[in-house]
């Protein structure tokens, strides 16, 4: 039987940073699943489940420790906090963000027969990686990826002399993880995205039992071809502390 939404999020996404860490306070039940603690000399909550489940839990959390440096829980639950409750977790929320991911094969689109995978360890790479580091920066300066990017292979489509869209991924056990999706300006408008995201992941998943991502949630562009290729939404998140947030799109 599959794994349900909120587990794959929390078995991929949060279990392995608190790997290694002993909790303050741990809970895990068919409906909601927290984590407290210190993560790099700051208090964590990390909470995802049923809204109902999840309140209780914020409940208990209030009541029992001291409070939380940074909280991330399901975007939906600041709205339905009481005042105090919600100003003990906050006041400020933001940073939201949403988990994406797929076991099995998308449905092909036109263009994805022109998807190529250039290994970072390869001469290919090396050739190239000026040129895709480009591409990814003009398209998509705030991406992570950029930061190590020399750690990452690559998906590419070239077009004329040039590359018009990029991809990379990482190995994470038997798993893909994507991130640095970019169009060069220049050739937007035409499908690369969406055919480079469902070339990928088919490729990815010939080896892999399972290709996910993650997204700021103010990236409504991104949301829409997502849901238009037909990966699972496994959560959405948002974040809570006492200092105001600064969303990247503001800089962007």
């Known amino acids: 039987m599959p794994k349900k939404n909120n587990s794959v999020f ?19 039940s068919s ?43 399901p975007k939906s639950i600041p709205a339905l906090l009481d005042e105090e409750t919600r100003d003990y977790f906050g006041p400020s929320f933001g940073w939201d963000w949403d988990f994406y991911y797929t076991e099995t094969s998308l449905r ?4 994805t027969e022109n998807v190529e995978l250039l290994d970072c360890k390869s001469s290919l790479f090396q050739r190239y990686s000026h040129e895709i580091y480009d591409a990814l920066r003009q398209a998509n ?4 990826a950029l930061e190590h990017f020399e750690e990452l292979s690559w998906f590419i489509i070239r077009e004329d002399s040039g ?47 399972m290709v996910y991502f ?4 103010w990236n409504s562009a ?3 071809l997502y849901s ?19 969303e990247l799109n503001a800089q962007w």
């Open 163 to 209: 590359i018009a869209c990029v991809l990379g991924f990482e190995k994470d056990g038997d798993k893909a993880y994507l991130h640095g999706l970019g169009t060069n300006p220049a050739y937007r408008g035409r499908g690369y995205a969406q055919a480079i995201m469902v070339g990928a992941t088919n490729q990815l998943l010939h080896t892999n039992t």
């Open 214 to 217: 993650s997204m700021w949630g």
């Open 31 to 73: 409906e909601v699943q927290v984590m407290l603690g210190y993560i790099d000399g700051q208090k964590s909550l990390d909470i995802f489940g049923e809204d109902a489940a999840v309140i209780d839990q914020l409940a208990y959390v209030k009541a029992s420790f001291d409070r939380p440096d940074l909280s991330t829980m």
């Open 108 to 111: 092909d689109v036109d263009g």
């Open 141 to 144: 300066p705030i991406s992570d």
């Open 10 to 28: 929390w078995d991929v996404e949060v279990a392995p940073r608190w790997a290694g860490i002993e909790p303050v306070y741990q809970f895990d």
């Open 222 to 224: 991104a949301r829409q």
């Open 228 to 246: 238009k290729i037909g990966v699972q939404h496994g959560a959405e998140l948002t974040h809570g502390r006492r200092e105001p947030f600064t």
